[in-house]
């Protein structure tokens, strides 16, 4: 199993976190606060791993490039450690493999981020996206114009201002056609990302 992606994300979230500015008090109901929205931009960097234990897998490495545009709809909400904020956005999302050959995917995405504001300026979080596009990876598990990407991932922002935050995460990916053409068995990889955010009314 190809463990450079969870290495990279555990690097990346460290950094991340020693880059808090502790001085100065963060209000995250200001920041947080509902109908405000936010741009992110951010890349990534995957490797597949053969989850269904498979005799053979191609190996996929891949890179990729969003930016997506999310409100909060409904601002602040929960108490003690699940004190947070809903993200709500959707994300152009482009995927380049680089291993064993050259092919993309390119989609459009809806991407859901729970906040965890209890930290100050560093902002836990989870979060889920699907998306659909088109592709043109040609390997044996899969082979279609079509594909779905869907993730799921965790990870941590730093708030360098009260409206500007950086961030790292791992997220879990999984590809496949949804049985619209054959071969279909699809493929999951450990992805690193990393990404920018402004926050703003």
């Known amino acids: 199993m190809n463990g450079r992606p969870l290495r990279l994300a555990g690097t990346a979230l460290l950094a991340v976190t020693a880059l808090a500015a502790p001085a100065r008090a963060f209000d995250s109901g200001q920041t947080f606060t509902k109908g405000a929205y936010v741009v992110s931009a951010e890349s990534g960097y995957g490797a597949q791993f053969n989850l269904e234990g498979k005799r053979t897998q191609s190996d996929l490495e891949f ?13 602040t909400s929960g108490a003690g450690p699940l004190y947070g904020a809903l993200e709500v956005g959707l994300e152009p999302f482009y995927l380049g493999y680089t291993e064993p050959r050259s092919a993309f995917w390119a989609g459009l995405a809806a991407v859901f981020r ?3 504001l209890t930290l100050g300026r560093v902002v836990p979080y989870v979060e889920l996206a699907g998306a659909a596009g088109g592709t043109d990876l040609k390997v044996p598990e899969i082979d279609s114009t079509f594909a779905f990407l869907v993730w799921g991932g965790v990870g941590a922002s730093v708030f360098l201002t009260d409206s500007t935050a950086v961030y790292a995460g791992y997220r879990l990916a999984h590809n496949s ?15 690193a990302a990393v990404g920018v955010s402004y926050y703003f009314k």
């Open 63 to 75: 890179f990729d490039l969003g930016v997506r545009v999310s409100v909060l709809p409904f601002g």
């Open 114 to 116: 729970y906040h965890f």
């Open 177 to 191: 056609n949804g049985n619209t053409s054959d071969p279909n068995r699809g493929w999951q990889a450990h992805v």
